[in-house]
T-cell receptor, first 109, second 116 residues
């Protein structure tokens, strides 16, 4: 059974810091891995999708890497801003999409 | 990007009643849709996989007679919570894939159910 874990569970940082969020999964037989953002009481916003054959994807200040063999992915957020405050979820896709435990991020001015 | 619409966004009902939530892919056809449930401050838990024209596949621990899923067309899947109880109060989110198994999943805005 696929298990997806995210570390840290919560993070509070001052504006401007560079951040690394970690995601690990137990079964490396995946099609892809996706990072999402969720604001309180809202749905999901897709941030980055990495196919199993890829090593990383970049979008603006976000960079996600994937090491499928070791079951790890990281989301790097450069120059964090208060607007980045949200819960970040990683999810791995095989025949279904399984979500991680989430990281609650707060960026204060 | 692909759009998935959920309705209603919020619903409040009395205990014992049934509630239907709709999930529509607006600009693409989705042979497979997924339903998730999220309790406060927890992650999303997969409830079931909905395939067009066939019975849904439920995850372990999810009561199929309580959470009825119908995927009658390539653009619509519905989740009906039957005889709802306060413990069913949760945030329900659907998703649909744009291009089969390896495609990116797009999510609806979610439906918050409160059972009094």
């Amino acid at each position: 059974k696929q298990e997806v874990t995210q570390i840290p569970a919560a993070l509070s940082v001052p504006e401007g810091e560079n951040l690394v969020l970690n995601c690990s999964f137990t079964d490396s037989a995946i099609y892809n891995l996706q990072w999402f953002r969720q604001d309180p009481g809202k749905g999901l916003t897709s941030l980055l999708l990495i196919q199993s054959s890829q090593r990383e994807q970049t979008s603006g200040r976000l960079n996600a890497s994937l090491d499928k063999s070791s079951g790890r992915s990281t989301l790097y957020i450069a120059a964090s801003q208060p607007g980045d405050s949200a819960t970040y979820l990683c999810a791995v896709r095989a025949d279904k999409l399984i979500f991680g435990t989430g990281t609650r991020l707060q960026v204060f001015p | 990007g692909a759009v998935v619409s959920q309705h209603p966004s919020r619903v409040i009902c009395k205990s014992g009643t049934s509630v239907k939530i709709e999930c529509r892919s607006l600009d693409f056809q989705a042979t497979t849709m997924f339903w998730y449930r999220q309790f406060p401050k927890q992650s999303l838990m997969l409830m079931a996989t909905s395939n067009e024209g066939s019975k849904a596949t439920y995850e372990q621990g999810v009561e199929k007679d309580k959470f009825l899923i119908n995927h009658a067309s390539l653009t619509l899947s519905t989740l009906t919570v039957t005889s709802a109880h306060p413990e069913d109060s949760s945030f329900y989110i659907c998703s649909a894939s744009l291009k089969g198994a390896a495609g990116e999943l797009f999510f609806g805005e979610g439906s918050r159910l409160t059972v009094l």
